[in-house]
């Protein structure tokens, strides 16, 4: 089984940054893409960020390029979302996940992965 655990959440103003962090266990983590969603309240889950095992695949939210980047450092096995120029409509809860079987293609919907983590919220005021 896949485990992950999203950390780095909180209460920030406007155009403050957080770093969101996900640790996954259970299976040879370098091998799979990665991915961020978000959920607000009364919204579906949305698709914010995701990369290729390598790292060399990234595909980001029209809402989010050019103020977040996601990254990962394998030999942690983890999973890094920065978010800088943070803005209200950036509220919401944070999930990381992961897809079930290996792809050369980075999957960028919610049913193209398997996994999730509890998520982490993030907190914007404006």
């Known amino acids: 089984q896949v485990q992950l655990v999203e950390s780095g959440g909180g209460l920030v103003q406007a155009g403050g940054s957080l770093r969101l962090s996900c640790a996954a266990s259970?299976?040879?983590?370098?091998?799979?893409?990665m991915g961020w969603f978000r959920q607000a309240p009364g919204k579906e889950r949305e698709f914010v960020a995701a990369?290729?095992?390598?790292?060399?695949?990234?595909y980001v939210a029209d809402s989010v390029k050019g103020r977040f980047t996601i990254s990962r450092d394998n030999a942690k096995n983890t999973v890094y979302l920065q978010m800088n120029s943070l803005k209200p409509e950036d509220t919401a809860h944070y999930y990381c996940?992961?897809?079930?079987?290996?792809?050369?293609?980075?999957?960028?919907?919610?049913?193209?992965?398997?996994?999730w983590g509890q998520g982490t919220q993030v907190t914007v005021s404006s």
């Open positions: 259970g299976r040879t983590f370098s091998r799979y893409a």
């Open positions: 990369l290729s095992g390598s790292g060399g695949s990234i």
């Open positions: 996940a992961a897809p079930d079987l290996y792809s050369s293609i980075v999957p960028t919907t919610r049913n193209e992965y398997a996994y």
